[in-house]
């Protein structure tokens, strides 16, 4: 049966070893589950709540039937094409139904862990993070918002010598995350956008906690990458990517920002959790028109002795 998590745990949807893109050298990523934003890019869409959810992978139903005879709620509805799917709003997430489904095509997304077993987890690639310089990245959703788990797993991780750093959307009570900040070595800060209406119009929230937390950050000492995802008719416009460089360039803390081109690489995940995706048929911005915003946001930055960066495809 499913473990449900106690206040000594968090909810892991994912643990992704072996990256070489969220920091520097050879990582592990950590995606603890809840989100407080609902970007309408976002490519983790089942790290947005804070429970446990169950996704469903239509592809792999065969339509067997005893998902459907075994829901003590009788909330999945047989489709005509045969295939079982979940009533959403009828469901309790017993779990029943992926444990009886042979196919997989019913799973729980997120995992009760402890502090002790992720730094077990992480622990087992220390070599590879000795030589490459790398160590771990805590992601999500926002691993802001699971500050006493942070705070335990950075330390115990930096106690066994490896590096820790963190991707963050910035939307968390820094008084609840700052003891975290001790142990933290690097910092991926997203900034949206700089006008906080319409970052609430995109993410769900207003920027000001984010700004105000980019600055308490700064002024503690630790330096970030500020991370744009760059979003065509989102927050691509001239203006927006001014205003982001000036504010990067103002702040002695970032040392850089990177930009990141939308994709639509987790839109099938909406489907999976029953969701419609927001942006359908956006398509990524060409690697030239991300290469004119890092030179339009350079003009601001290198006068500060900072940079933009992109990795395109080619
Ligand atoms: S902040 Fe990140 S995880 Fe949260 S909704 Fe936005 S893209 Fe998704
Ligand atoms: S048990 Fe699995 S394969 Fe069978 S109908 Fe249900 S979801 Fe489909
Ligand atoms: S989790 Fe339980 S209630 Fe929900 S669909 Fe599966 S068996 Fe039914």
């Known amino acids: 049966m499913l473990r449900k998590h106690n206040e000594r745990e968090t909810l892991v949807f994912n643990v992704q070893k072996c990256s070489i893109h969220d920091g520097p050298g050879i990582r592990t990523l950590v995606f603890l589950k809840g989100c407080p934003m609902r970007c309408l890019w976002c490519a983790n869409p089942e790290s947005q709540e804070y429970g446990l959810e169950i996704a469903e992978t239509e592809s792999r139903c065969i339509g067997c039937n005893v998902c459907m005879e075994e829901c003590p709620r009788g909330c999945i509805v047989r489709r005509e094409d045969g295939r079982g799917m979940i009533d959403r709003s009828r469901c309790d997430l017993c779990g029943v139904c992926t444990e009886a489904c042979y196919a997989r095509s019913k799973r729980f997304v997120g995992e009760a862990r402890s502090v002790a077993e992720l730094t077990e987890a992480i622990a087992r690639d220390r070599t590879y993070y000795t ?16 500050p006493e788990f942070l705070l335990e797993a950075a330390r115990s991780c930096k ?3 490896i590096s820790v750093a963190v991707e963050t959307c910035g939307c968390a009570d820094y008084d609840d995350f700052a003891p975290a900040l001790a142990y ?50 989102c927050n691509d416009e001239t203006e927006n990517l001014e205003g982001i460089a000036r504010l990067a360039a103002s702040v002695p803390g970032v040392r850089e920002v990177e930009l990141l081109a939308y994709h639509a690489l987790g839109e099938h995940k909406y489907a999976m959790l029953g969701r419609e995706y927001p942006l359908k048929g956006l398509q990524t911005p060409p690697d030239e028109t991300m ?24």
Not at 291 to 314: Q, S, T, W
């Open 184 to 233: 933290i070595d690097d910092i991926f800060f997203d900034v949206k956008h700089i006008d906080s209406q319409r970052h609430r119009q995109l993410t769900g929230k207003g920027n000001e906690k984010i700004i105000e937390n980019l600055l308490k950050i700064s002024a503690s000492g630790h330096s970030m990458t500020v991370r744009v995802p760059v979003v065509p008719g």
């Open 159 to 161: 106690e066994l010598g």
């Open 291 to 314: 290469y004119g915003y890092v030179d339009l946001m350079n003009k601001i930055l290198h006068p500060a002795g900072k940079a933009c960066r992109f990795e395109g495809k080619n």
């Open 131 to 146: 030589n490459s310089g790398g160590g771990v990245t805590f992601s999500g959703g926002e691993p802001l918002t699971h």
